[in-house]
């Protein structure tokens, strides 16, 4: 129940095309999903995120797309760069539920993004 | 620029040497984590101090300790690394009220482990 399922687990795109990473999750309690953007060598950066009374928040290039109903939630890249390719997690995070998960981030598994120029 | 640190960037220790990592903060958060990453791995929390109260998760082995003496500086110390503990560690912060988390966590830059 505490996992966050994130596929694919790696996705390859041309400059300019719009890669999707799409993430699911079964605990109801988790009301913060963020999504971290990790070059290599380097720690997570938070990209950008979204609470679930939200469908859809964009900042920029990244567009996150979701659906309470269907617990699933996606990042959107719109006109992809070369230095867009990094390795993307989604996380989602219940910041006061109570009980012995909540305030701790679960990651997704990770997907690593290549752009081609 | 407000921001979370971590010395050294890269650490060779030997098999069963101990090993202490740093972090330290300039957001003033009072919530600190120290994650485990693993090469194509996603992140995996080993404990966070809320304020002074410490919390291990289930899974984190008795090898790794933790030490945080003030709300600016927090350790993780090692005690007998094994090839299996080489990783990167990151330390990250995060602001709490009551039992209310933040909404983000800012990470720190890393610390690569090799184990020899």
């Known amino acids: 129940q505490q996992q966050v399922k994130q596929s694919p687990q790696s996705l390859i795109v041309q400059k300019g095309g719009i890669p999707i990473i799409n993430c699911a999750y079964e605990n109801t309690a988790f009301d913060y999903f963020p999504w971290y953007q990790q070059f290599p060598g380097k720690g997570p950066a938070l990209l950008i995120a979204?609470?679930?009374?939200?469908s859809e928040k964009k900042e920029g290039r990244f567009t996150i797309s979701f659906n309470k109903s269907a617990k699933q939630f996606s990042l959107h890249i719109m006109d992809s760069q070369p230095g867009d390719s990094a390795t993307y997690f989604c996380?989602?995070?219940?910041?006061?539920?109570?009980?012995?998960?909540?305030?701790?981030?679960?990651f997704g598994q990770g997907t690593i993004l290549t752009v081609h120029p | 620029d407000a921001m979370v640190i971590q010395n050294p960037r890269y650490q060779v220790t030997q098999f069963g040497k101990p090993v202490t990592l740093s972090c330290s903060q300039t957001?003033?958060?009072?919530?600190m984590y120290w994650y485990q990453q693993k090469s194509s791995q996603a992140p995996k929390l080993l404990f966070h101090y809320y304020d002074k109260d410490f919390n291990n998760e289930a899974d984190t082995p008795d090898n790794f300790q933790s030490r945080r003496p003030n709300t600016s500086f927090c350790f993780l110390d090692i005690r007998s690394p094994g090839l299996g503990d080489a990783a990167m560690y990151l330390c990250?912060?995060?602001?709490?009220?009551?039992?209310?988390?933040?909404?983000?966590?800012?990470f720190g830059p890393g610390t690569r482990l090799t184990v020899l």
């Open positions: 990250a912060t995060s602001r709490a009220s009551g039992r209310a988390f933040g909404n983000e966590q800012f």
């Open positions: 996380a989602a995070i219940a910041r006061s539920a109570g009980g012995t998960s909540y305030g701790k981030l679960t």
């Open positions: 979204i609470r679930p009374d939200v």
């Open positions: 957001l003033n958060h009072n919530v």
